[in-house]
């Protein structure tokens, strides 16, 4: 009975997988903020690489990853794919539970798969700094870690409350070498509109990006690197979908159920892209694509899908997404990476056409399934990552009443070792679960720009 599936090396996918050619119809474009038009890519050169713009809009299936990228992806890939014996057991369940873990990177996280690609493109194009927000602190340690491997300066805006929350992340991402503000800073004009708003806010993430974008298109030798969201994002996360797939292949098996959680959608994207492009391929119709988000934070459940834009000040382009508003400010919950208004187009795009669907859990639910797997499988998933843990455990309870034995496979995107003051408030009664606050939302929703 094997435990967990280890590839060689030299099995680290050589390519990334591009879900963009794979649509029935053309994506709608990101629009320029202020005319409207479509982004063309001279929009995005005071902020991004071309190498990056290039992916960003690329309609070749197959990706090469730089020999100098896949070198240092192998410090930890490929990933182990883990069967969840103990927790099948524990459950009762006829269903055969995988998960890929990615908490095995240096920073904890899926987030270095695509902040050492980022990294390198800046620096082949002759950039010294990277500006960038965080919210729970996972990507502004995954490009610390990835700037510093490049020897490049980087300046994380870092939303407040989860400075307050982990101020190991912090000391993480100096030990990298990056240097971190909690957000909103007095430093940007973004971050000082909003403290003249509303001095005692606790941040979010459209805040955080609003500063960065700021920052890197007010300094020549800086550019902006967003952990999630933009296609060239969710496109490196591909090597995970990848991995998981052959590991699969290798026991001779195909996911019925592929399970991510969702904050701006790139360990999902990851997981599920590979899967997600057969059944719009018209193979393994069937197979069940589940995006997992708090209630806290239900934007693909309760959002719209429409053009906004990515941060709050208006600032970044305008995306077509399922929204709740780029002013929501989403309660201060402990999966601090799910608390993002948007979403990556490309999973919104998934989700509309039916391809995957989302669910959503509330926090203390999320905890319980989280307490499950570390009395089984023994890991402390981050927050984020209880999302899909929870969900797993929820298809194979279904799979023990109807007897169906399901191949369930889902991601696990980080390891909680910073989250203990989150484990701390559940085991003291702390957690508190947050509805979505609808009068809120419909308020924020009716600031959506308008596009024809
Ligand atoms: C950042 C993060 C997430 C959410 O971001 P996505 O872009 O939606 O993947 C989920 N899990 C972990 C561990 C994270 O660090």
Known sequence: MQTKNILDEDQLPKSWYNIIPDFPTPLDPPLHPKTGKPVVPEDLTPIFPMDLIGQEVSTQHQIPIPDEVRDLLTLWRPTPLYRAHRLEKYLKTPAKIYYKWEGVSPAGSHKPNTAIPQAYYNMKAGITRLATETGAGQW??????????????????????????????????????????????????????????????????????????????????????????????????????????????????????????????????????????????????????????????????????????????????????????????????????????????????????????????????????????????????????????????DVAEECRKTGEAKTILFNCSGHGDFDMSAYDAYYDGKLVDYEYPTELIRDSLTRIPKTS
């Open 140 to 393: 502004g340690s995954a490009l610390a870690f990835a700037t510093c491997l490049f020897k490049m300066k980087c300046t994380v805006y870092m939303v407040k409350s989860s400075y307050a929350q982990k101020p190991y992340r912090k000391s993480m991402m100096q030990a990298w070498g990056a240097e971190c503000f909690p957000s909103p800073t007095p430093q940007t004009r973004s971050g000082q509109a909003v403290l003249a708003r509303d001095p005692g806010t606790t941040g979010s993430l459209g805040i955080a990006i609003s500063e960065a974008v700021e920052d890197a298109a007010t300094h020549s030798d800086t550019n902006y690197a967003l952990g999630s969201v933009l296609n060239h994002v969710c496109l490196h996360q591909t090597v995970i979908g990848q991995e998981a797939k052959a590991q699969l292949e290798s026991l001779d098996l195909y996911p019925d159920v592929v399970i991510g959680c969702v904050g701006g959608g790139s360990n999902f994207a990851g997981i599920s892209f590979p899967f997600a492009g057969e059944k719009m391929k018209g193979r393994h119709m069937d197979t069940d694509i589940l995006a997992v988000e708090p209630t806290a934070c239900p934007t693909l459940t309760k959002g719209i899908y429409t053009y906004d834009y990515g941060d709050v000040a208006g600032l970044t382009p305008l995306l077509k997404m399922f929204t709740l508003g780029h002013d929501f400010t989403p309660p201060s919950i402990h999966a601090g990476g799910l608390r993002y208004h948007g979403d990556s187009p490309l999973v919104s795009r998934l989700v509309h056409d039916g391809v995957a669907r989302a669910v959503a859990y509330y926090q203390t639910e999320v905890f319980r399934a989280m307490e499950t797997f570390s009395r089984t499988e023994g890991f402390l998933v981050a927050p984020e990552t209880g999302h899909a843990v929870k969900a797993a455990i």
